[in-house]
């Protein structure tokens, strides 16, 4: 695998302008952002963004060794060590219980190559096989998710009819009992979500899947595999904000290059800026993210 790694750094406020920034995301939906309101955030949030050119055959199918490879280089490279193992040994004890939190949406949900690789990763901690569980709208009654002390954030990106994308930050809603409630102003509040006791502070990584991410859809239900493309990426990071904003940024740049033009989300996923701005869950500035690209580096868009 190509292991080449740059260091994306020096966006200018005007490059992020250009995107779907914190001003951008205010403006189309009509929400001026006081700075007075912003609680600040760290000076920098780090990001991952690592692709294989090989990580999805021809027939549709994940390459399970080159994405063990991939989650392991990422998590290496996002927690500066050696070896992965220590890097899961700085996210896991042996006495935690680990929920992987998927996600089952029929057209594409996480593949099970992810979520395998994740799970041995947190074995390697030195996690008992039985401490660990994969859910995703059954987490409520899952014992292990209902006594967890740490959780994995995973699923596909991709566009949404309620929150314009769904992400890392709208991943945990199944959390709630009563989802239907944080779909007011286009699930502005999503970040709420993660304030709840059975999710507070225990989510250790989130993991973006850019395998095959759905840049266009209309209606609730809407899939057309004309609307995907072989990306052959994961995102990963601790901060999920910092990850979906990366994550938007390559949607809305593949969407220009398809439509041939500007074409915005609709509706506006701006649950994303509010998530820095109102909830201060993570980064929503481009600006405050250090970018690290691993690998096949063709049409990255970013």
Request: positive net charge; contains cysteine.
């Amino acid at each position: 695998m190509d292991r080449k790694l740059r260091n994306k750094e020096g966006f200018t406020r005007r490059d992020f302008i250009k995107g779907a920034s914190l001003a951008a995301l205010g403006l189309a939906v009509g929400v001026t952002v006081d700075s007075k309101d912003i609680v600040k955030a760290p000076v920098r949030t780090k990001v991952i963004l690592i692709r294989n050119k090989a990580a999805v055959g021809a027939d549709g199918k994940c390459n399970p060794p080159i994405i063990q490879d991939m989650i392991d280089q990422a998590v290496r490279v996002l927690f500066d060590v050696d070896s992965s193992d220590k890097a899961w040994k700085s996210m896991f004890k042996p006495d935690d219980i680990v929920g992987i939190k998927s996600n089952v949406w029929g057209p594409l949900p996480t593949p099970p190559e992810v979520e395998r690789s994740i799970k041995k990763g947190i074995f390697s901690a030195g996690v008992a096989e039985k401490n660990i569980g994969i859910d995703d709208r059954g987490v409520l009654g899952n014992d292990i998710f209902k006594k967890a002390t740490a959780l994995v954030n995973v699923r596909p990106l991709r566009t949404h009819h309620w929150a314009g994308v769904g992400g890392l930050i709208k991943n945990h809603i199944m959390f709630s009992p009563e989802p239907w409630n944080y779909h007011d102003n286009s699930c502005a509040d999503l970040a709420a979500v993660w304030k709840l006791p059975i999710v507070k502070d225990k989510t250790r990584l989130n993991i973006l899947v850019m395998l095959t991410p759905l840049f266009h859809g209309i209606g609730a239900h809407h899939f057309d595999r004309e609307y995907t493309w072989k990306y052959n990426g994961l995102l990963v990071g601790t901060d999920p904000v910092a990850v979906d904003t990366v994550g938007l940024q390559i949607l809305m740049a593949k969407r220009r290059a398809y439509f041939g033009e500007e074409k915005p989300m609709k509706p506006s996923p701006h649950h994303i800026a509010f998530a820095d701005t109102k909830h201060n869950l993570g980064v929503a500035d481009l600006g405050k993210i250090n970018l690290i690209k691993l690998g096949w580096d063709e049409d990255v868009l970013i």
